[in-house]
């Protein structure tokens, strides 16, 4: 029954690594986002895909690269984590231009 | 680009009152929404406003779209415990190229003593 699922909630890796984070919607949505949250809790679009195609792509260093198989799938990979990658990542989807649901986060700790 | 300022940054209520927080915003929208965050979890959608004037309840809680569309504000009554958290206004504008992203507010983190 889950709307919009993350995986992993929790990811814990070192500094250099490389890791990925996926996310799936079964609410037929054609729009899906991810978000990076700080240590002050402010939310910030990163990226947006609508029918797999990037829409929005946000001044990301590029060392981050979505990747969306298909409408229900926008996985996240980050090459080389830097500690400054520390922060919660959530998935959001929506029909375009409607309003969008989160899903539960995932809390990356580079060490 | 676009900004918006939430207030209050965060409340102490007793369990009972009412709460009230707004967003203004330096540029006009097409729609707000409200999200509520609990720890550890994602926003959670609580209201979405389509209308300038648009007033919108959902149980103990009302938003409304303000008429310059540069506005909103959320009314919690008789606030209760499981009311705790931090609540986001968000803004989108839904028109011209890369237009469509949520802007938030920087969230009002509400507490509520029983």
């Known amino acids: 029954d889950t709307a919009v699922s993350q995986t992993p909630k929790y990811l814990v890796t070192q500094m250099g690594n490389d890791k990925s984070i996926k996310c799936e919607q079964n609410?037929?949505?054609?729009?899906m986002y991810w978000y990076k949250q700080d240590s002050k809790k402010f939310l910030k679009i990163m990226f947006s895909?609508?029918?797999?195609?990037?829409?929005i792509n946000e001044t990301v260093p590029n060392r981050f690269s979505p990747k969306s198989p298909d409408k229900a799938h926008l996985n996240l990979h980050i090459n080389s984590l830097e500690l400054g990658d520390s922060a919660v990542y959530f998935c959001a989807s929506s029909l375009f231009l409607y309003e969008q649901y989160f899903g539960p986060g995932t809390r990356l700790t580079v060490t | 680009g676009q900004q918006l300022n939430q207030s209050p940054q965060s409340m102490f209520i007793q369990e009972g009152e009412d709460v009230s927080m707004n967003c203004t915003s330096s540029?006009?929208?097409?729609?707000w929404l409200w999200y509520k965050q609990d720890p550890g979890e994602g926003p959670v959608l609580l209201i979405a406003?389509?209308?300038?004037?648009e007033l919108t309840s959902n149980g103990r809680l009302t938003a409304q779209f303000g008429i310059t569309r540069k506005d909103s504000f959320l009314n919690i009554s008789a606030s209760i415990p499981s009311d705790v958290g931090i609540y986001f206004c968000?803004?989108?504008?839904?028109?011209?190229?890369?237009?469509?992203?949520?802007?938030f507010g920087k969230g009002t983190k509400l507490s509520v003593i029983p």
């Open positions: 406003l389509y209308k300038a004037g």
């Open positions: 609410l037929g949505h054609d729009t």
């Open positions: 895909y609508n029918n797999k195609e990037l829409i």
């Open positions: 968000a803004g989108q504008l839904n028109s011209g190229a890369g237009s469509y992203q949520l802007t």
């Open positions: 540029s006009i929208f097409n729609t």
